[in-house]
């Protein structure tokens, strides 16, 4: 090869090695770059790092200092926590779900000082096996595994009820424990020494104020009972004094003295009621009684004084309402009373009217009774009626009283509907008159007998005279509601001209202006009317005492239970529809009423021999039980009126060993207890012993001689006969 090739090819083996190491500078120069950019990205991270380094330390700082301070605060507020849970003088511990203490104040563990083991760490059951072992707790006469049981099951249980120990030294600790969602348990034992002591204090306060309450009514029954005995010696005579020859001024004084007797026993008798059931002393005692009747017994009595006034007393008993319910009929009657006696006292014209409606329940076999009483008498103003149940609410104030009464009778009404259940209310417009009412839920005496008001066939017209409005429209709508027709007259006139052949019957009332019921009769008869006159009255004494008697065909006396005047309609049953009664028919006398007294005092056999003198009767008396009973043996009594309280044989057991003679014989003969004696319970024994009534001493005049007309037997002369009844 030449030198110029060989020239020329290390030229461009160097050429291109020139060109080689340009490229490898090159590359180099790409690589430094490189590494210069991410010495920086990287030189940036760290810087950025750095601060977060210092943020979060920072943070920590702060938080730190925070938790020291949560942590001061949380020392603090349980420092004060313990500080005022060690203050409080009640006991208080924690427990944890294990039962074991967690830490309790020292008023909870003072009760165990001494008793080193005592302290946070110990458990439930030891600390009971500490309590007995030690005596802490009295336990009584408890055994001491059996209490530790008991209070271990009361621990346990989810939320233990709350316990009362009594510590050794006779302090009563209540325990309250209250476990927590987690099972720990909150202890609280409350010292209530103070309490309990003060709870016996106050049980021996009313123990003795019971005991003086209970000295009080027996102190009171007994006043009742000392006063209502010369009482009865005052009012009698005073009574009897009276139907003696008395001049005005001594009839005055003579009057005075009986009035002022019996609202002196009135007096009496409502606050020894008042006191009774205030002391809750009061029962009831029910049995089976007519309504009907003892409404219209009430009547007969309120009878005297309404008719002094003119005062119409009207009973509108609910046709298909039974009347014999059970129930306590004494305080029923009480209630009837007060209403029906204020209606009365404070009415000086126009009516009373006692209205009884009822529903009955079937299904129960009771009705609930609707009574009201509704009179046209003064009515009370607006501003009063309220109040008018309350004790000594008495309308007219004490400058102008115009009544009598002690203002305690519709106080003693209002408790007593209530102890039975029922409700009593008051409407009233003043001037124009007041219904008192009330409401009663009874059981039916006789559930399964139906109301039985058989009217006699013949019986198809009937001629109403009554000159009272109400009255009329009573009857008219009982015989109306029976499906016969009525024709209502209202004066002796009215029914002549009305009267004609189809009439079956006339009912008139007795007294009327111009032509009374008697006149009627006579006029109707001489007419030559053929219906049967039956005449209702209030005083038929009289009745029998008039010559025109014989014209009247029957008579009923004012009021009458319903079954009375179906009685009497079925007597007439023979001369309805034509049939003309003969007035001068001679009717069999019968024989006289037997009635038998017992009573030991020889001046209330005065009083009651005078009090019934006028009776056509034969009258004996018992001067105690035996003699009673050997009497009734012999002369078959009629009625017996018995005093309670006698010597030997008393007249409970006298009564006893009547009615069980009676038993043997059959028959039932009425007997009425006369007693003086007012304490709590009597009345209701008396009445158990077999008496069918009661009359409190001293002894009313018409009381005695309504029961003894009220016993008058068929077939026997009537007491009455020839006599007035007043
Ligand atoms: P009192 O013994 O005074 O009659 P009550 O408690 O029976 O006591 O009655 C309280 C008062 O209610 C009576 O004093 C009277 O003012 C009023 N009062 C009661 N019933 C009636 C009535 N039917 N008409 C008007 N006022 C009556």
Redesign the pocket.
């Known amino acids: 090869m030449s030198l110029a090739n060989k020239l020329a090819e290390e030229r461009r083996a160097r050429l291109a090695a020139e060109r080689l190491l340009e490229q490898k500078q090159a590359e180099l120069q790409a690589a430094n770059r490189k590494l210069g950019r991410h010495a920086r990205a990287l030189s940036e991270e760290i810087v950025e790092t750095r601060a977060e380094v210092q943020t979060v330390r920072d943070e920590n700082a702060r938080v730190k200092s925070d938790l020291n301070m949560a942590n001061e605060k949380v020392a603090i507020a349980e420092r004060r926590l313990w500080h005022s849970i060690e203050t409080i003088q009640d006991g208080f511990a924690f427990f944890d779900a294990d039962s074991r203490m967690i830490a309790a104040n020292h008023a909870w563990l003072g009760v165990f000082e001494g008793l080193e083991d005592v302290k946070p760490g110990i458990s439930y059951v030891e600390i009971l096996q500490c309590v007995t072992e030690e005596g802490v707790v009295d336990i009584g006469d408890a055994d001491p595994a059996a209490w530790r049981e008991k209070m271990l099951d009361r621990w346990q249980t989810v939320a233990p009820e709350p316990e009362i120990v009594r510590l050794w030294n006779g302090a009563y600790i209540k325990l309250i424990d209250q476990r927590g969602p987690t099972g720990d348990v909150v202890s609280l034992a409350l010292n209530i020494t103070d309490t309990i002591r003060y709870e016996e204090r106050l049980k021996e306060a009313r123990r003795k104020a019971e005991m003086a309450s209970r000295a009080k009514s027996s102190f009171l029954a007994n006043m009742s009972h000392e006063i209502r005995t010369p009482m009865n010696g005052v009012v009698g005579m005073a009574e009897l004094l009276k139907d003696t020859e008395l001049d005005e001024e001594q009839l005055l004084y003579a009057n005075t003295i009986k009035n002022s007797g019996e609202a002196l026993l009135v007096i009496i008798n ?1 606050v020894l009621d008042y006191s009774k059931i205030e002391a809750e002393k009061l029962v009831l005692h029910a049995e089976p009684f007519d309504m009907e009747r003892c409404i219209q017994e009430l009547i007969m009595l309120m009878q005297v004084n309404a008719r002094d006034k003119g005062i119409e007393l009207l009973v509108d008993y609910d046709l298909f309402l039974p009347t014999r319910f059970v129930g306590d009929p004494g305080r029923l009657r009480q209630i009837m009373t ?2 029906l ?3 009365v ?3 000086e014209e126009g009516h009373v009217m006692v209205r009884v409606v009822g529903v009955e329940c079937a299904a129960q076999g009771a009705a609930r009774l609707h009574v009201t009483i509704e ?1 046209s ?4 103003p607006d501003d ?1 009626v309220g109040h ?1 149940f309350g004790e000594f ?4 104030g004490e400058s102008n009283r115009r ?9 003693i ?1 209002e408790k007593l509907v209530r102890l039975m259940g029922g409700e009593i209310w008051v409407e ?1 417009v003043e001037g124009q ?2 219904t ?1 009412g009330f409401a009663v839920e009874l059981p039916l005496a006789d559930p399964d007998a139906g109301q039985d008001f058989s009217v006699p066939d013949g019986l198809r017209k009937v001629v109403i005279v009554e000159t009272n409005a109400l009255n009329r429209s009573i009857l008219e709508r009982l015989f109306a509601a029976l499906g016969i027709e009525v024709i209502c007259c209202d004066s002796g006139a009215a029914a002549l001209e009305t009267t004609d052949g189809s009439v079956s019957l006339v009912i008139t009332d007795h007294v009327m202006p111009r032509m009374d019921g008697i006149e009627l009769a006579e006029a109707l008869k001489a007419a030559g009317h053929a219906a049967p006159v039956l005449l209702l009255s209030g005083n038929i004494g009289s009745v029998e005492q008039d010559p025109g008697r014989g014209f009247v065909d029957a008579v009923l006396q004012k009021p009458f239970p319903r079954a009375e005047l179906f009685a009497a309609l079925t007597r007439l049953s023979g001369s309805l529809a034509g049939g003309v009664a003969d007035p001068d028919l001679p009717q069999d006398p019968g024989r006289v009423m037997r009635v038998l007294a017992a009573e030991d005092n020889r001046t209330n056999r005065l009083v009651f021999s005078r009090m019934v003198k006028a009776l056509d009767i034969d009258l004996k008396f018992a001067v105690n039980g035996e003699e009673a009973v050997a009497f009734y043996r012999s002369f078959r009594p009629d009625i017996v009126f018995m005093d309670i309280s006698m010597p030997g044989m008393d007249g409970k057991d006298a009564t006893r060993a009547l009615r069980a003679l009676e038993a043997e014989s059959g028959g039932h003969v009425p007997i009425v207890a006369m007693t003086a004696h007012a304490m709590d319970g009597d009345e209701d024994e008396i009445l158990s012993a077999g008496i069918d009534h009661y009359l409190s001493k001293p002894l009313s005049k018409q009381a005695l001689i309504d029961h003894v007309v009220a016993a008058c037997p068929e077939g026997v002369r009537a007491p009455e006969e020839g006599q007035s009844a007043a």
């Open positions: 409502d007060n209403l006696g204020n209606a006292k404070f009415t009179d008498g003064i009515g009370i009063k008018i609410n008495q309308v007219d009544f009598e009464g002690t203002g305690l009778g519709l106080a009404s009233s008159g007041s008192f």
